[in-house]
């Protein structure tokens, strides 16, 4: 059978940085990775950090309708700027959210992404060490385009999706700050949704496909939703920290190889990772990138037939399977 999980494991960050205490978080952090693919980061020390954002994201969204509109992602090649509601799609159907990216948080923006992304580099080099690797071992496969989103869900009616089932995508892990309002949750190996209730400022960390394709699956990214607010608004700061776009399958595969030989899995485990569904692993794209930008103009149907009309079509009609 399995291994599952019922609820989601808390890792304590001061107590990895504490000789005394560090292994036991280590081994905890070591079944988060393996069984669930998320994980509580607390005593992050980034907590007045995120207190002080979350503060500003409603007078964020609050902006009028035309500067929102001037930095919409339909202008950006990049996908990059504000998405309107219902403008994205999450397993062929419609999100109930929308984020910004406005000129005027720029310094909110760059003072958050500083801060986590130290956070987050640290944070690898701890993975490493707790699957009895180097902790350098997947310095190589960090990229130079990692992502902040604000992102807000409007009250809607209930079981209404705010962002359905998916994985998340080219990037090694996800760093989320979510308000107290809940609705993010997780599906585990039995087939059941498993709730994530705020924690007031821990991160909730999850692995992504390009850190499940570099492991051969061994460390497995896992499917999670969130179920629309229905009477309140939801705030949401996911960072994804980016893989390099340039790795190619014949990379990926040789490392894959090379790190699952020495990961401490059962063999158990390292039987089932082979059979791990992935585009990242797909023959039908040149590299990593060409991955994710398939990704993106699905994502971003609008976004995708502006900038990319030839290849929306194609990726619209490809079959992964």
């Not at 500067?67 to 992602?73: L, T």
Request: net charge negative; glycine share 6%.
């Amino acid at each position: 059978m399995a291994e599952t999980f019922s609820s989601v494991p808390k890792v304590d960050y001061a107590r990895l940085q504490d000789k005394a205490t560090r292994q036991e978080e280590l081994d905890k952090l070591q079944n988060a990775i393996f069984v669930v693919g998320f994980l509580y980061l607390t005593n992050t020390g980034l907590e007045g950090l995120i207190r002080h954002t979350h503060d500003q994201l409603p007078q964020l969204f609050n902006l009028s309708a035309d500067v929102k509109e001037d930095c919409n992602m339909i202008h950006s090649a990049s996908f990059l700027g504000y998405t309107r509601l219902g403008a994205e799609t999450t397993a062929s159907q419609t999100d109930l959210r929308e984020y910004p990216k406005s000129p005027g948080v720029q310094n909110l923006v760059e003072q958050y992404i500083s801060h986590i992304d130290r956070l987050a580099q640290d944070f690898v080099h701890l993975v490493a060490e707790c699957l009895s690797l180097p902790v350098d071992t997947f310095d190589n496969f960090k990229g130079k385009m990692s992502r902040l989103k604000f992102v807000k869900y409007p009250p809607s009616a209930p079981g209404s999706q705010g962002v359905g089932p998916h994985k998340d995508s080219a990037g090694l892990f996800t760093f989320l700050s979510q308000d107290n309002t809940g609705g993010l949750q997780v599906l585990n190996k039995n087939g059941q949704w498993i709730d994530v209730p705020p924690i007031e400022g821990s991160l909730v960390v999850n692995i992504q496909q390009g850190f499940e394709a570099i492991t051969g699956g061994v460390c497995a990214a896992t499917t999670h939703r969130v179920i629309a607010p229905t009477s309140q608004t939801r705030y949401s700061i996911p960072f994804f920290l980016g893989v390099r776009l340039d790795l190619t399958l014949s990379q990926l595969e040789e490392s894959a190889a090379h790190i699952v030989h020495r990961i401490p899995a059962s063999d158990d485990r390292k039987k089932r990772a082979i059979d791990v569904p992935s585009e990242f692993l797909s023959p039908l794209y040149s590299c990593f990138g060409e991955a994710h930008l398939r990704n993106r103009i699905l994502s971003h149907p609008d976004v995708g037939r502006h900038w990319y009309p030839e290849l929306f079509e194609r990726y619209s009609k490809q079959n992964l399977r």
